[in-house]
């Protein structure tokens, strides 16, 4: 078995990289203890970190008022020989938040950080000190272990202190995986919560409120206020803490099942132009998530990160680019849910890929049934033949992936509310231009519990497993709430995938060896 990475580091920095973090990171001696002073800045929603590769990383932090961000890095938890990294000023510009861009790490190390704050006016002036750790991709074939779910409190089901709260988090921690995919929906911005909700059983839930969370969000501060309102939750800050997220988001990040140029004809929205709720809850979402926005282009959300000769993660963004929902079945569509340039990029990096293991994060399944209203909100669009509106792009997208040799695919998703496995046969299909591959789906975080949805056979895909509620908008305290593992193996570069619960008990397990 290849040795674990995570372990402590048992010198300083890898040879060959300490000096360039050195360099990088600014150097110097470890920070000072705290000014003993009344008043002083204050880390408000604790530590978290975010696309971590092999040699960077980046650090998110919120301050109580404005104040430069420091982070410092070291491989020991007593952060002896740490290295100091100047970060941002924090400004009511970006809501107090701020993010310091990590470069130079060793690859394939855990690493342990602090964030302290230091205040604008009097710089000896300096917060308490909040610690995290994080583990960098490596560059060997080393083991990897990752989590992955999404949505959270949505549905009316939110942060209830004597239930444990998000509890679930507590379970994906207790794996010690090396980063936590969000497959979107992060918030529903959409999803107003009540103080209590009387449940089947007799017993109440009773939900943390905000002002933000009172209402649908519409202004900037009601988006930021939504990001804010999950970051109460005390196993999710830990959670951050101990485990780097890469995020991508879906819908309730804005609105219900939303899609460019939609107007909306809701009377709970004063402002009815989706384009402009989506432009604030972009900038809320880029200001309090740790994603490298800087390192893309526009700062698409679409991207590829690398975990050694193992895996590459590629991370896709369903929402931007989404054709209007409708009937979904276009003779002749060549665009609709990933768009030109993303689905060139897509094509382009997985024929590039010489990683063992190409794992695609979708926000969308590509073979269930998801309606909105009469209309169709995802992929499939349920006539079971030839691929038809924006089946149209995933058809394109897998017969490349066949005739350029693109092997072992592994699709994730979330948003549906179960979980499921689903096996895509071209021998079932009704297009057959690819190589098998597999789907898992799981969710929600904390949210109501839903399914299952149809499965529709323009691809072929064979229900392999699924657990789901039998009453729709089943609460957390029902327990359907769910996410995945993933492991790969750095001797057998088998991959497992583990469907757990929200207690992280194994509902389903399926192991696949690479071809």
């Known amino acids: ?6 372990t402590f580091l048992r010198g300083g920095l890898a040879a060959g990289t300490g000096a360039a973090v050195g360099t990088l990171l600014g150097g110097g001696p470890a920070l000072a203890a705290p000014a003993l002073v009344r008043r002083r800045p204050r880390l408000t929603h604790g530590v978290q970190t975010g696309d971590v590769t092999a040699h960077e990383a980046v650090v998110w932090a919120r301050s109580d008022r404005p104040a430069r961000m420091l982070v410092e890095v070291s491989h020991r ?56 750790r994080l583990s960098t991709a ?12 999404g949505d959270l409190a949505g549905q009316g089901w939110g942060i209830d202190a004597s239930l444990g709260g998000y509890r679930i988090f507590n379970a994906m921690s207790a794996l010690d995986p090396d980063f936590f995919l969000c497959s979107g929906d992060l918030v529903y911005a959409d999803g107003p919560l009540q103080e209590t909700v009387e449940l089947p059983d007799g017993r109440t839930w009773r939900n943390l409120v905000t002002a933000e ?24 800050r830990a959670f951050n803490a101990r485990v780097p997220m890469i995020y991508q988001w879906d819908d309730h990040e804005v609105v219900n099942n939303w899609y460019p140029g939609e107007i909306l004809d809701l009377p709970q929205y004063t402002e009815k132009r989706v384009d402009v709720l989506a432009a604030r809850a972009r900038r809320a979402m880029f200001e309090y998530t740790p994603t490298a926005v800087r390192a893309h282009k526009n700062g698409r959300l679409y991207r590829r990160l690398s975990y050694g000769p193992l895996m590459d993660l590629f991370v896709l963004d369903m929402r931007t680019h989404k054709d209007a929902n409708g009937t979904n079945d276009s003779p002749t569509a060549t665009e609709g849910v990933l768009g030109a340039e993303q689905l060139a990029w897509l094509k382009r990096e997985l024929r590039r890929s010489r990683a063992t293991w190409k794992v695609i994060a979708a926000d969308l399944p590509i073979g269930l049934i998801v309606p909105d209203g009469s209309a169709q909100e995802g992929v499939a669009q349920g006539d079971g033949g030839a691929p038809l509106g924006r089946e149209r792009e995933i058809a394109e997208l897998l017969s490349y992936a066949k005739r350029k040799g693109v092997r ?4 994730l998703t979330a948003d549906v509310h179960y979980t499921a496995a689903h096996y895509y046969d071209p021998s079932k299909a009704a297009f057959q231009d690819f190589d098998p591959f597999w789907e898992f789906v799981s969710g929600p975080l904390n949210a109501g519990a839903f399914g299952p949805n149809i ?21 957390p305290a029902g327990g359907f709430q769910h996410f995945g593992e993933v492991a790969i193996d750095g001797d057998s570069a088998e991959l497992t995938v583990r469907l757990r619960d929200i207690d992280g008990t194994a509902l389903h397990t399926r192991t696949l060896t690479p071809r």
């Open 77 to 132: 938890p007593d952060f002896a020989r740490a290295r100091r990294v100047p970060g941002p000023l924090l400004t009511p510009g970006t809501d107090l938040t701020g993010k310091t861009f990590l470069r130079g790490l060793p690859a394939g190390r855990e690493l342990h950080y602090r964030v302290v704050l230091a205040d604008a006016d009097r710089r000896s002036v300096l917060s308490e000190p909040v610690t995290g």
């Open 408 to 411: 072992n695919m592994v699709w």
């Open 138 to 149: 490596p560059r060997d074939r080393s083991d990897v272990r990752f989590v992955w779910s």
């Open 1 to 6: 078995m290849t040795p674990d990475r995570r």
């Open 213 to 236: 969370k009172s209402k649908v969000a519409e202004t900037l501060a009601e988006y930021r206020g939504q990001f804010r309102y999950n970051l109460e939750d005390a196993a999710m």
């Open 455 to 475: 499965l529709e056979g323009t691809f072929g895909p064979q229900l392999d497993f699924y657990r789901a509620p039998q009453t729709p908008n089943t609460s």
